[in-house]
């Protein structure tokens, strides 16, 4: 019995190490791409996924944002607020916004912008729009005489919404801001792009300006952000809201809006296209030892001539199954984990919402794994079976 339970591992070893040497490189290569194109897609939606919601953090509302309650403008004494949220477990920083009901005019063009009054150094230290500027420079905290906008805003050519923009406006041009009781003239300092929409339709100017203008909103804010330590996120929102109760908190992907669709879409697609390789990786592994086990044909009559019995083939074949899928499985994690992560973080697909890179979890990677694992070896047993069904004599002399 102890040698019968050895006897399919002696098997697959003498049939591996007598097989032809290009056969056994090819159909690893064919098992590696075979997995491969399993984790690339799950790595590449999750990529688009994860850079859409990261633009969302990064340049619209960080991780946990508070605003006022419903029925109240403002939120009142901003600066104390700012200073107990960042001495909160798990806050890197926080910071402030003053959205102001105004309007851009430029030449005979117009239009209603969210404009937003901020303390430039201290915002950059939660939300990245000073590292997106495509042209000119960020506001520095003294300036009461200079705006930035998003390139949506600015217009020109290849902008989305160049329709409603102002049609090419550069830095050094003057806008003039349009406020309930009041108007100032703004120069462009400078024109940011950050591929999200929502985020590149918005203008900023400073908080110092805005108190020039408006001295009664000193130390009011429309919006709080917060930017949290890495899966810190709901902590820090629970924190804040028994701090803050007069506050409403929430996490960023309550502004998500239409990207929680596409992020819903992109995981069917993704789904769907598992399946789909599945598939793939299913049949290609079938048909490649299948085609091996017909050309072993007679050996195997030969095999069970001499009273090896079926179940031992058929468990050989299993096992040479499996160390295909195993050496595919290893070549195809080592191409993708040194081969095309790091070609995709020195060039990332240009998206129009967001830079993507691959992406791929644990759980999805052993997942995938086991896919091709048991697709593998189920992929030797079932013609292994067939082929031993076959007459004895057929199989010896190759019918």
């Known amino acids: 019995m102890k040698n019968e339970l050895k006897l399919p591992f002696y098997l697959a070893f003498q049939s591996i190490r007598r097989g032809r040497k290009w056969t056994l490189i090819l159909t690893i290569v064919l098992m590696a791409v075979a997995f491969i194109n399993l984790i690339f897609v799950s790595a590449l939606f999750n990529g688009i996924v994860q850079g859409s919601n990261q633009q969302i953090i990064n340049t619209l509302t960080g991780n946990v944002y508070m605003t006022p309650k419903q029925g109240t403008d403002y939120i009142n004494d901003k600066d104390k607020i700012i ?15 003053f959205q102001i009901p105004a309007r851009i005019e430029y030449d005979s063009r117009t239009g209603r912008w969210p404009i937003l009054a901020i303390k430039p150094t201290e915002y ?23 705006i930035i906008i998003g390139k949506q805003i600015a217009g020109g050519k290849d902008v989305e919404l160049n329709s409603s ?28 792009y950050t591929k999200y929409i929502e985020s590149d339709t918005r203008a900023f100017i400073t908080e110092k300006a805005l108190n020039n203008i408006s001295p009664i909103m000193t130390n009011k804010a429309t919006t709080i952000n917060i930017k949290t330590i890495n899966n810190k996120e709901n902590d820090v929102l629970k924190k804040v809201q028994l701090q803050n109760p007069s506050l409403e908190a929430y996490l960023w992907s309550e502004a998500a809006g239409m990207m929680k669709s596409t992020s819903s879409s992109f995981a069917s697609i993704n789904a769907l296209l598992t399946f789909v390789g599945v598939i793939i990786a299913s049949v290609t592994t079938f048909i490649v030892i299948y085609v091996d086990i017909i ?15 079926p179940y031992i083939i ?70 292994a079976i067939l082929v031993t069904r076959t007459k004895m004599l057929d199989s010896i002399i190759g019918k």
């Open 165 to 192: 923009s102002l049609k090419g406006i550069s830095v050094g041009d003057k806008v003039n801001v349009i406020f309930d009781n009041f108007e100032k003239i703004f120069t462009v300092k400078g024109i940011f």
């Open 295 to 309: 050309n072993r044909k007679r050996q195997i009559g030969i095999l069970r001539a001499i009273g090896i019995k």
């Open 124 to 146: 950059s230290k939660v939300i990245n729009i000073s590292q997106k500027m495509e042209s000119g420079s960020y506001l520095d905290n003294n300036d009461v005489d200079k």
């Open 314 to 383: 058929v468990s050989s074949y299993a096992i040479i199954a499996a160390i295909y899928a195993t050496l595919g499985i290893l070549l195809g994690s080592l191409i993708f984990q040194f081969v095309l992560v790091p070609y995709f973080i020195a060039n990332p697909f240009e998206l129009p919402i967001a830079d993507a890179v691959l992406n791929l979890t644990w759980f999805e990677y052993t997942a995938r794994v086991e896919i091709v694992s048991w697709v593998a070896v189920i992929s030797g047993i079932i013609p």
């Open 83 to 97: 200073k107990t949220t960042e001495n909160i477990s798990g806050v890197k920083a926080a910071t402030s916004s």
